[in-house]
């Protein structure tokens, strides 16, 4: 864990008294809303707490395994001019660039073929001039056969013209003879990046230094929601305690709020099921290239032909000192009950490292630093890409989820989003009206008519009732007399 952190398993007691904010989640999006709001003019620590509640670790999931490309051809456009911007406003600050690896770079899409490659590729370098303006230091390859395919078109990269079948002088780590066609997707005015991981924990450091002590961060394993009958309104949370040294395995805390936040990703819908966000396993490698030649900084999007009808895709980002590799996405295995249990499979991370070794001989000649899996967040509706930002259809439960691949990009702006609203009641920044997580889906709850009316008359000994979303939504498939409790 970090030494700038300590962690509960039991709230201090110290919201007590105050306006007390929960924010659900320690990656990239939970920590930005956190270092936002303690930046916000509004905010006295001496009338505001948060609660930071985390199951595992910060930055345990994608937040700490993303590439971390910043783009301003990103999506959604409501919020990516804002996150830029403030990407660059933030290095400004704290010397992004020594702090968490910021630098401006430039971004290309790069379509070959690699099927006439075996997996035993001759090391022995030969400089050939390739008349393209760049260098090819790689292995002897038999020449290249063209494919008469169009670009691959994503919802992440959108061409911009510009070179078309010539590799950039200094993009001399990757072999030309196998490239029939390079394109411009992006140039340093328009694409950056960062090491997430990095900068996670040192927004983090930052929100809790600026906080005075009005902030605290709990371990925990958040599984239901609670909310009050009578207003309608979230009320709080219920976690178990995970950190070992507690000895409280197995109790459930009730912790109490005035506004919720959920910042968990693709954890959401295992709190709030009937939420379409979903997670798509991506596997990532890290790479010390070969030492002898520096790479220069390129994000690179590709598509190399493996076979009559086969292709892959790995996008290669190049760090100051290591080169982060990721592959295409899978729903083998759903999401698992925290970052912790993520499967990682090492024979997809070894692939990566073979298919990107076939275009670079400067990576094949490195070694992998790290091989890792993560989840993206997924919204699972036709008509957006998410994400969802902003109150939803139930009092004081706020949602700022599914960001896809884009989260790191997006995460300052949704941060300050979030804080003007938690704080404002109206967002300034931007125009979120499209990203409403209640146009998307019902946050209210299912409850069986007999328990529902118990909780109405008080025999259960209480006039405000505590219920499990999770467990109370999970019994709408039952055949049960029902009630929707209209929460508006």
């Known amino acids: 864990m970090s030494d700038y952190l300590k962690f509960l398993s039991k709230p201090s007691g110290r919201h007590e008294s105050k306006h007390h904010i929960i924010i659900v989640g320690a990656g990239i999006i939970g920590v930005c809303t956190a270092y936002y709001l303690v930046q916000h003019p509004k905010y006295d620590p001496e009338k505001y707490h948060i609660t930071i509640v985390e199951s595992k670790r910060v930055a345990g999931g994608a937040s700490g395994k993303a590439g971390g490309l910043l783009a301003l051809w990103a999506f959604p456009e409501q919020i990516v001019s804002l996150s830029f911007n403030l990407h660059q406003e933030l290095s400004n600050e704290y010397n992004g660039a020594e702090e968490w690896g910021y630098r401006r770079l430039t971004t290309v899409s790069l379509e070959g073929d690699i099927s006439h490659l075996g997996d035993e590729i001759d090391d022995e370098e030969e400089e050939e001039d390739t008349g393209n303006g760049s260098t090819n230091i790689g292995c002897k390859t038999k020449p290249t056969i063209t494919v008469d395919k169009p670009p691959k078109k994503t ?4 061409s911009t013209g510009g070179l078309r079948n010539r590799l950039p002088v200094n993009l001399n780590w990757i072999n030309s003879a196998l490239i029939d066609n390079c394109s ?10 960062v090491h997430p991981y990095k900068f996670t924990n040192f927004l983090l450091k930052k929100a809790i230094e600026y906080s005075k002590g009005s902030i605290e961060f709990v371990l925990g394993k958040v599984n239901e929601i609670t909310y009050s009958f009578e207003t309608g309104s979230a009320t709080g949370i219920k976690y178990q ?11 459930t805390v009730t912790l109490n709020a005035d506004q919720i936040v959920m910042a968990v990703g693709p954890w959401t819908s295992k709190i709030l099921p009937d939420c379409p966000i979903s997670g798509l396993r991506a596997h990532s490698i890290t790479i ?3 030492k002898d030649q520096p790479v ?12 009559p009808y086969s292709y892959i895709s790995p996008e ?4 100051s000192d290591e080169v982060y590799v990721c592959g295409e996405g899978d729903s083998a295995v759903d999401v698992p009950e925290t970052t912790d249990d993520v499967e990682v499979v090492k024979s997809k991370c070894d692939e990566l490292f073979k298919q ?12 992998i630093l790290k091989r890792q899996a993560c989840y993206l967040p997924v919204l699972d509706v036709p008509s957006s890409s998410g994400p969802l930002i902003g109150e939803t259809n139930v009092g004081n439960l706020f949602l700022a989820s599914g960001h896809s691949c884009w989260g790191i990009n997006n995460a300052p702006g949704t941060g300050k989003i979030m804080s003007e609203l938690l704080l404002d009641g109206e967002v300034k920044s931007a125009d979120i009206s499209s990203l409403d997580p209640s146009l998307y889906f019902d946050a209210s709850v299912l409850v069986d008519e007999e328990e529902y009316e118990d909780a109405e008359s008080g025999e259960e000994g209480e006039e405000e009732a505590d219920i ?21």
């Open 296 to 307: 220069s900084p390129y994000a690179i999007f590709t598509e190399f032909k493996t076979g």
């Open 155 to 158: 919802a992440r990269t959108r």
């Open 241 to 251: 305690p995970t950190s070992f040294k507690s000895g409280a395995e197995g109790e």
């Open 468 to 488: 499990d979303y999770g467990k109370r939504s999970r019994t709408a498939s039952q055949d049960l007399p029902k009630r929707r409790v209209s929460i508006l």
């Open 184 to 193: 411009t997707l992006g140039g340093t005015d328009t694409t950056a990046q």
């Open 356 to 367: 990107v070794g076939k275009v670079s001989p400067n990576l094949r000649k490195g070694h």
């Open 316 to 319: 290669i980002y190049a760090r």
């Open 288 to 290: 010390s290239p070969f």
